[in-house]
């Protein structure tokens, strides 16, 4: 039977954890392959039916710690270094 149909609910504690350990772990392997998001946003991350996280829509991907003038990503999420491209390189980490 699939996690979700079990109708669990986790305590905000735990989901805030559990954010945090996943989000390390994708940080981690994005550095490790070479390639940054650039995207990163909750609605990029989501469960499957046995509470797996999966990053989703690498449409933004750019090369890992070279420098940028790209100006991508969903503009709510955006850092400060990317919505200001334009006028400076940046380093996408």
């Given at each position: 039977?699939?996690?979700?149909?079990?109708?669990?609910?986790?305590?905000?504690?735990?989901k805030?954890?559990?954010?945090l350990?996943?989000?390390?772990?994708?940080?981690?392997?994005?550095?490790?392959?070479?390639?940054?998001?650039?995207?990163?946003?909750?609605?990029?991350?989501?469960?499957?039916?046995?509470?797996?996280?999966?990053?989703?829509?690498?449409?933004?991907?750019?090369?890992?710690?070279?420098?940028?003038?790209?100006?991508?990503?969903?503009?709510?999420?955006?850092?400060?270094?990317?919505?200001?491209?334009?006028?400076?390189?940046?380093?996408?980490?």
């Amino acid at each position: 039977m699939a996690a979700n149909s079990k109708n669990i609910q986790l305590s905000e504690q735990l989901k805030n954890y559990l954010w945090l350990q996943c989000l390390l772990c994708v940080y981690d392997l994005l550095a490790r392959s070479g390639l940054s998001h650039l995207d990163l946003k909750p609605d990029n991350f989501v469960f499957d039916d046995n509470w797996r996280l999966m990053l989703i829509d690498f449409g933004h991907t750019g090369l890992y710690n070279q420098l940028t003038q790209k100006e991508t990503g969903t503009f709510e999420y955006q850092a400060p270094e990317i919505y200001n491209a334009e006028w400076a390189p940046y380093i996408p980490l």
